[in-house]
């Protein structure tokens, strides 16, 4: 039995059985319909393909599959993605591409930055290495740190661009200013929580105490 398939080879093609297996017409075709031609040539319905065609594949001469839409190979074991999948993306089968870390999206052409990019950062492909691209006062992996040009001392953290978040006992915009619950007397600084430094002439937690070399000499 001979039969005509009005077709483009083997590959990227549909295939539509009519009439009970008499006429095989092969006419729909994606992007390479229009480059076909008619090749007419010989389906042997006695024939065996050995390893045998998958995916719905037909053997239509000994050892020659014919691929249905979406499949492609010797014995069609490759499925086709149209478009083609991305970026190191894995064809599963027709349409659907298993996407590397990364990537995704219907065809991986989307860049996916795990757990996004916070603060207005953007996620990007810089060189195949996806990460966050962020806003100048915002740093990290996910932009999750804000940046304090001041920096933030004596335990202070960063809360916020350009601001700290104090431990008790600190004040000013980079915590560098200590508090003295009770101020210190008599010219004396506070320069840690609650801790005087005194002029040299007085002393006492608080430099409320006048030392005697002072009464000496005065
Ligand atoms: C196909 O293979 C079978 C079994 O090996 C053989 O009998 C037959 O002649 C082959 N057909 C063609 C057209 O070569």
Redesign the pocket.
Known sequence: MVLFFCSLGPLRTGLLLASVGLFVSVCEGRSEASRGVVIPFVF?P???CDPPCKHAGICI??NTCFCSKGYEGELCQYADCYPKCKNGGECLRPGKCRCPPGFGGKYCHKVVCDGGCWNGGDCTAVNGVVKCLCPSSWTGSKCQEAICPQGCRNGGSCVAPGICSCLEGWLGGACHTAVCKRPCLNGGKCISPDVCRCHPHFSGPRCEEKKKAFYNRG
Request: glycine share 0%; charged share 50%; no cysteine.
């Open positions: 042997d006695k024939a065996i001469r000994n």
